[in-house]
Nanobody
């Protein structure tokens, strides 16, 4: 059974930092591309950052320079370090695992709430 479990969300003031972590089980973690997505109320889910099985990284333009994604294959975890948070970063953040070239071999976590507010 595949599980992706996110942690680290919460309430933070504008300009603050948070680190999200996703722990995966039930998959061969090292062969999956791992991503973070977010969904704000009334909006579509959007890609925040992805790190491929080959350690290539892409970020959404809105978070470049502020967020850092990293993975630890030995621990089956992927982290998202978020700095200089803005109110518009408030959303539910989801972890995603996707096996390259296998469109249906993809999994989602249940999400963790991030709220940026004073």
């Amino acid at each position: 059974q595949v599980q992706l479990v996110e942690s680290g969300g919460g309430l933070v003031q504008p300009g603050g930092s948070l680190r999200l972590s996703c722990a995966a089980s039930g998959i061969i973690f090292s062969i999956y591309d791992m991503g973070w997505y977010r969904q704000a109320p009334g909006k579509q889910r959007e890609l925040v950052a992805v790190i491929t099985s080959g350690d290539r990284i892409n970020y959404a333009d809105s978070v470049k320079g502020r967020f850092t994604i990293s993975r630890a294959n030995a621990k089956n975890t992927v982290d998202l370090r978020m700095n200089s948070l803005l109110p518009e970063d408030s959303a539910v953040y989801f972890c995603n695992a996707h096996r390259p070239y296998y469109e249906k071999d993809a999994y989602w976590g249940q999400g963790t709430q991030v709220t940026v507010s004073s």
